[in-house]
């Protein structure tokens, strides 16, 4: 049997403090359900997270964005999302036209038919987020978002004392 992070340290507690023990339940939950998304991504629509990702972005702003506003969004490389944009102007699910105010700047926007086909994919991953998280109660939920806003703010605050 292979074992995650998690249940490796959970094994040996003595060598692993609760800040670290949680780190890990973090991010085998994390991994869990990004793994189970990509998957079904995959399965059922032929398409990579990334992409999703990308058409996700893009379908927040109708006009459309550059590639270096996309890459901030997504908090990848300019370069990462070139690739991903050159594919999806391929397969017709997005338009590149040269900024009207710098000639050098490219925007993006999806297409008709690429809004299309987003928008299916995003009601089903809406319906596969409830279904992983079924488990959980109202009262549940609203507690863990609770907790997961003090643990981002925990986190921003370390990361901010770091830099000082």
Known sequence: M?????????????????????????LTCTTLIEGEVRSRLRERF????????????????????TLSDVSKRMMVSNGNVTGLVERLVESGHLDRRTSQSDRRVQVIRLTKAGRAEFRKMAA??????????AGLSPKDVRELMRLLAKTKASAQKSAQDNKE
Do not use: C, Y
């Open 2 to 26: 292979i074992l995650d992070s998690e249940t490796k340290a959970v094994e040996l507690p003595g060598d692993h403090g609760s800040e670290l023990r949680l780190w890990l339940r973090l």
């Open 46 to 65: 032929d398409v990579t997270l990334p992409r999703f990702d990308l058409m996700a972005q893009l379908d927040k702003v109708p006009e459309g964005m």
């Open 124 to 133: 089903e991953h809406e319906n596969w987020i409830a279904d992983i998280f």
